[in-house]
């Protein structure tokens, strides 16, 4: 059973930047495929941004020129950074495998003022 350790969260200002991390307890980490998902009040969690295992990279509208999906398969770990974030990127994140490992605590990301 994989597990997946989301960390880097906090609270930022509007405008800031985080970088968030995830490592799964998995030696065959580069042939996933690996999404961050976000999961905010009142609405479906949902994929913000993707990285499959020969790099190729896709982002949600919204956070697109914002954040980067990065990873490093040696360290079987995904990277978010987010930059210029605003208050609607609160949630709490999460990283997952697609298809589907078991769920992490996931990371809190709170942008406000």
């Known amino acids: 059973q994989v597990q997946l350790v989301e960390s880097g969260g906090g609270l930022v200002q509007p405008g800031g930047s985080l970088t968030l991390s995830c490592t799964a307890s998995v030696s065959t980490f580069s042939i996933y495929n690996m999404d961050w998902w976000r999961q905010t009040p009142g609405k479906r969690r949902e994929v913000v941004a993707s990285?499959?295992?020969?790099?190729?990279?896709s982002y949600l509208d919204s956070v697109y020129g914002r954040f980067t999906i990065s990873r490093d398969n040696a360290k079987s770990t995904v990277y978010l950074q987010m930059n210029s974030l605003k208050p609607e990127d609160t949630g709490v994140y999460y990283c997952?495998?697609?298809?589907?490992?078991?769920w992490g605590q996931g990371t809190q990301v709170t942008v406000s003022s």
């Open positions: 997952n495998a697609d298809p589907l490992w078991d």
């Open positions: 990285i499959n295992s020969g790099g190729r990279i």
